[in-house]
C-alpha cells in the first residue's frame, strides 16, 4: 500500500466571502444578488423581497439556528448570508460576559476584559466561539452553498516593527482574536467603498475628491484588511456581474 493510494483531486468549494463597510454602502444588498440567497439576521437590513431569519437577539438562539442548519440534508437555498458579522459579534460579547463567573470580589463582570477571571480569556473564549460558528458555516461550503459575511467597518491602529504606526480599515469586532476566522480563512475580503483620488493643490496640499461611483478594494492593501483568491485586480466595480466573471464557482452549470 502505497501513501499516495487516497489522493485525491483538489474540487472546487463555494466561495467564502467577507464584504465590510460604512452602513449604506450596499453590502447587503449585491449580497442578495447572489444565487438563490437567504439572509440569517442579526439586525435590520431594510432587504425587502428575500428570504430571511427574525432577527436574532441572543447568541444562543443563533447558536441553535446554525447548528440545526449545518445538519439539514436539503437546504433550498444556494446562498447563506450572515448579516451582520459585527452585530453578531456583540451577541457573543454578551454571552461570554453572562456567563462568566463573578470577579474576586464576588461581583457581576460587566465588560470582556474582566470576564473570565481577565488577562485576556474572555477574548480567548469570544475568539473560540466565532471559530466555532465559521466551523459549522464550512460546512455548508464543503457542500457547495456560497457563504458570505457582512461587517461593518471600523479603523485601527496598527503597530509594525519596522514602521511607524498607522491606521487601517477592517472589519468591526471587539477585539483582534475574533477577526482572523472572516478575514483570513475566507476566500474573498472585499473593502465596499466609493471611488476616490488624491489631488495635489497648487498650495502642495493634498485633497481628496470622492466620485459617486462605489468599487469593491480586493487586492493586499497596507491601508485596509483586503484579499481574494481569484486573481482579481486590486478594484473590481461593486457589482454581482463584476464579482462573478472572477469566481469560476460562480461560473459553473449547476
Request: glycine share 6%; charged share 25%.
Amino acid at each position: 500500500m502505497s501513501i499516495f493510494d487516497n489522493v485525491q483531486k483538489i474540487k472546487m468549494q463555494a466561495p467564502r466571502i467577507t464584504l465590510y463597510g460604512k452602513t449604506g454602502m450596499g453590502k447587503s444588498t449585491i449580497a442578495s444578488k447572489f444565487p438563490d440567497p437567504f439572509f440569517i439576521l442579526t439586525e435590520f437590513n431594510n432587504i425587502c423581497g428575500f428570504d430571511a431569519t427574525p432577527i436574532f437577539n441572543s447568541f444562543e438562539d443563533f447558536w441553535i439556528f446554525i447548528s440545526e442548519l449545518s445538519k439539514t440534508e436539503t437546504i433550498p437555498y444556494k446562498t447563506i448570508i450572515i448579516d451582520t458579522v459585527s452585530k453578531l459579534d456583540q451577541l457573543v460579547i454578551e454571552r461570554v460576559i453572562r456567563t462568566s463567573p463573578p470577579s474576586k470580589k464576588g461581583a457581576a463582570v460587566k465588560t470582556l476584559t474582566e470576564a473570565w477571571g481577565g488577562y485576556g480569556a474572555g477574548f480567548m473564549r469570544a475568539a473560540g466561539i466565532h471559530r466555532m460558528i465559521k466551523m459549522e458555516l464550512d460546512k455548508l461550503a464543503s457542500r457547495g452553498i456560497i457563504i458570505i459575511y457582512i461587517c461593518h467597518v471600523e479603523v485601527k491602529k496598527c503597530r509594525m516593527p519596522d514602521q511607524e504606526d498607522f491606521d487601517m480599515f477592517t472589519i468591526a469586532m471587539n477585539g483582534d482574536l475574533s477577526r482572523p476566522p472572516y478575514t483570513d480563512d475566507v476566500d474573498l475580503v472585499a473593502l465596499c467603498k466609493q471611488k476616490s483620488t488624491t489631488i495635489e493643490t497648487d498650495s502642495g496640499r493634498n485633497l481628496i475628491k470622492t466620485f459617486d461611483k462605489l468599487i469593491l478594494s480586493v487586492g493586499i492593501n497596507e491601508a485596509h484588511v483586503s484579499k481574494n483568491r481569484f486573481s482579481m485586480p486590486n478594484e473590481i466595480d461593486m457589482n454581482y456581474d463584476e464579482i462573478k466573471k472572477y469566481i469560476p464557482f460562480l461560473n459553473e452549470e449547476k
